[in-house]
């Protein structure tokens, strides 16, 4: 019974998600379109002006957190996780 629920659940996600992308055409954000964003911010002009905290930046674009266009645009929009970011990466950096 708990396996056809679990298969119930995993068809009803990807039929959602067949519907987003097919039907409404809401597709993923372009990872590249919000680095240039975040290029931008200066906040993070301050961040990579460090060339310790760079390196570990450029880490993260390729395998970390930056790789990630919904963790990117949270980063951007809230002082929150931008905070957390800045801070996660000072402590990755010591």
Excluded: T
């Amino acid at each position: 019974m708990m396996l056809f629920l679990l298969l119930c659940l995993i068809a009803a996600g990807l039929l959602i998600e067949v519907i987003q992308k097919r039907v409404l055409k809401i597709n993923d954000p372009d990872i590249q379109e919000l680095w240039a964003e975040l290029e931008k911010a200066k906040w993070y002009g301050e961040l990579i002006s460090d060339p310790e905290l760079k390196e570990w930046v450029l880490l993260d674009k390729q395998n970390g957190l930056l790789k990630d266009p919904y963790y990117v645009r949270k980063i951007i929009e809230s002082e929150g996780h931008r905070e957390g970011f800045i801070n996660y990466i000072k402590n990755k950096a010591k």
